[in-house]
């Protein structure tokens, strides 16, 4: 019998991916999408946090709380700076809990990409997942550090108000402003290597023109004084996030609406725009990081 040709094979399918253009340059359904590998890279974040560490998850509760004896050393007790009524270590603690949070979600997060040089090099996937992972795994560290918090609330015997309810509300605002800046340092510090050395300094600075050592009722009168509405404070978004976070847990005062509203349209368009300048320069990380 005669030999029977050979069929060629058909030709594989050829998948090419290419930018989106326009406002879907940035799609939310990408995290769905990916989000197992989400997981992922939040629990490599968290066992990386903590591998070979004497204390473990106990750094979590030590940074606040160290500070915060520190700040009610110095401030509380020898510089005399108010506390809205609340006690010193309760007040400084508070604030400094969500504080904690955001900076080190901010250096992280900043980091993220780069740290991540050998994964993007190799398999696509969206990048904008590395940066929420770095921030989204400090949720942990705030779970784990809020516990004192309650314990010295009932040891002051300081209850929280109706106004525990919008504490979810505070904390996605928190976690807004950690992803927005993060979306933006994290895209900088693939072209500018140098920005992980502004960052510790960015964070400092930031901690003291936010209310975190002293409350936002002893800054507002000033700025009227100068024909400056209080709501303006909240143009920088931990403001907003800390004066919330004390609101909502500690239960002392008004609502601080003006200030968190504006701390919100803050937030948000840090998220959408740094949203979309990760994704313009997305396109070159594996060629540049």
């Known amino acids: 019998m005669p030999p029977v040709p050979a069929v060629p094979a058909p030709p594989l399918p050829t998948l090419v991916i290419e930018p989106r253009p326009g406002w879907r340059a940035f799609d939310l359904t990408d995290l769905w999408a990916f989000r197992e590998l989400l997981y992922f890279l939040v629990w490599r974040d968290i066992k990386v946090r903590y591998k070979q560490t004497v204390l473990g998850a106990a750094w979590a509760i030590l940074q606040p709380l160290a500070t915060a004896v520190v700040f009610t050393l110095f401030f509380g007790r020898l510089a005399g700076i108010g506390s809205d009524g609340l006690p010193y270590p309760l007040f400084s603690y508070a604030g400094l809990l969500v504080w ?35 921030v989204i795994a400090g949720l942990l560290d705030l779970a ?29 605002l928190a976690l807004l402003t ?44 000033h700025l009227e004084k100068l024909g400056v509405p209080g709501w303006v404070l909240g143009l920088n978004p931990m403001a ?41 320069m997305e396109r070159s990380f594996a060629d540049v990081v």
């Not at 900043?110 to 990048?127: D, E, H, M, Q, W």
């Not at 004192?148 to 929280?160: E, Q």
């Not at 900088?188 to 920005?195: A, I, K, S, T």
């Not at 800390?242 to 948000?268: K, N, T, Y």
Request: charged content about 5%; proline content about 7%; overall charge positive.
């Open 240 to 280: 907003g996030v800390v004066e919330g976070f004390r609101w909502a847990m500690l239960g002392r005062g008004a609502a601080p609406a003006a200030l968190i509203a504006a701390s919100a349209a803050v937030a948000v368009l840090l998220c959408v725009t740094g949203a979309f300048y990760f994704r313009s």
């Open 100 to 134: 904690t949070f955001f900076a080190q979600g901010l250096a992280q997060s900043s980091a993220s990409v780069v740290g991540s040089a050998n994964l993007i090099t190799k398999v696509y996937f969206p990048r904008v997942v590395i940066p929420f992972a770095a």
């Open 144 to 172: 784990v550090a809020t516990p004192l918090l309650l314990l010295m609330m009932a040891y002051y015997k300081v209850w929280p108000g109706i106004a525990i309810v919008a504490l979810p509300l505070v904390l996605l």
């Open 178 to 221: 950690a992803i927005g800046v993060g979306l933006w340092l994290s895209a900088l510090n693939v072209e500018y290597r140098d920005v992980r050395f502004v960052v510790p300094f960015l964070v400092q600075l930031w901690l003291f023109v936010t209310p975190v050592i002293y409350p936002a009722s002893v800054v507002a009168p």
